[in-house]
């Protein structure tokens, strides 16, 4: 089926119309029929005749456009310039181009979501794989279309989950097809969530490998998110192998925000600093924070807090019970590094408590 064809049946049965009353004067019912279920492809004046009887809009220039604008999108989409994709796509009016054949297309490229299923009979196999990405079936995309951004979407997936062997064989795999390819910006990414994969798994020889080449390619293209990245999910691993002073130097000249403050915070407890600590909670709890729900957001910096507060916190009940709360919130809403991260502080609750089953 062909996405016209669908378009048309879709729309005629929405008002409860006949065959024959759509296609009276332009075409017979079989032939209108034979349109609607692919079998036909129609002559471009029958298909403009029955698209304006729908009072749908369809044009060579409109066409022509729309096809223009869905190659560009899927190269940058395909080249990792997800910045260019955004640009392309921004402020898109897709009813503009709801007649014509790249609407899927564009449809796609600039949803969050998947497209409804009956559509799929009318996807190629480079739409169908976007299709399976949006639905989180990456694996299933990359059996589709074999390629670096496929294989790019799939390692971050099993990253996010906590699959890290999976994470790590398909990053690389990612990166690989990328460079042959001339991706630049494809190989940055894998290397991005490589050195976090290995960040979580607190290997930090290898973090500090893939991160290498990583901050080589980011300054090359003048990425300053991906350089901010580094330095952040670096600074973390530091905290969780105990080296604080590092960590609170890197952390303490950042320009703030809630995450950054939330670990500067942690730094200052760890290194004796309690002022400071407390002044970088309260700066903290008054911001905004785009990474999570703004309540767990909330009970991150309260586990500092009771921590600061109270020296005896590993004998309080509400502080096991905050501590544990915010745990299975993280593992539940978050990816695995979150909760990997506070692992150490449900340990040491666990161990204190001669909970050692659980620890």
């Known amino acids: ?41 129609p002559s471009e004046d029958i298909l403009r005749l029955l698209l304006e009887r729908l009072g749908l809009k369809s044009d060579k220039a409109i066409e022509a456009e729309a096809a223009e604008l869905a190659d ?87 990253y996010k989950t906590g699959n890290y062997s999976a994470a790590i064989d398909t990053l690389q795999v990612a990166y690989n097809f990328a460079s042959r390819e001339g991706k630049v910006r494809i190989m940055l990414k894998a290397k991005l969530h490589l050195g976090n994969t290995y960040c979580n798994l607190q290997d930090l020889p290898n973090m500090e490998r893939h991160y290498r080449v990583g901050q080589r390619l980011a300054e090359d293209l003048q990425d300053e998110g991906a350089l901010q990245a580094i330095g952040y999910n670096t600074a973390s691993a530091w905290i969780e192998i105990g080296r604080y002073e590092d960590a609170y130097a890197w952390f303490s000249k950042q320009h703030p925000t809630l995450m950054i403050l939330h670990k500067l915070a942690i730094c200052c407890e760890k290194t004796g600093r309690r002022e400071e600590a407390l002044q970088a909670l309260m700066q903290a709890e008054v911001m905004d924070n785009d990474q999570m729900e703004p309540s767990l957001a909330g009970q991150l910096l309260q586990v500092v807090r009771y921590r600061l507060d109270h020296s005896d916190y590993l004998a309080q009940e509400d502080y096991g019970s905050l501590l544990l709360d915010t745990f299975m919130q993280l593992r539940k809403n978050m990816p695995a590094g979150y909760a990997i991260f506070h692992l150490p502080w449900v340990l040491e609750w666990s161990k204190a408590n001669r909970q050692y089953k659980k620890a």
């Open 72 to 158: 560009q999108s899927w190269e940058a989409l395909f080249e990792g310039r997800f910045a260019k994709l955004n640009a392309l796509l921004k402020d898109i009016e897709l009813k503009r181009y709801e007649a014509v054949p790249a609407w899927l297309d564009l449809a796609l490229l600039t949803s969050q979501k998947p497209l409804e299923t009956a559509l799929e009979s009318c996807m190629d196999t480079r739409q169908l794989a976007l299709q399976r990405i949006l639905q989180g079936q990456e694996a299933e995309a990359v059996r589709l279309l074999p390629d670096a951004y496929t294989y790019l979407m799939l390692g971050i997936a099993e």
């Open 1 to 41: 089926m062909n996405y016209q064809g669908y378009l048309i049946y879709r729309i005629r049965i929405q008002r409860h119309w006949s065959q024959a009353k759509l296609c009276k004067g332009i075409c017979t019912v079989s032939y209108l029929s034979k349109i609607e279920t692919g079998k036909a492809e």
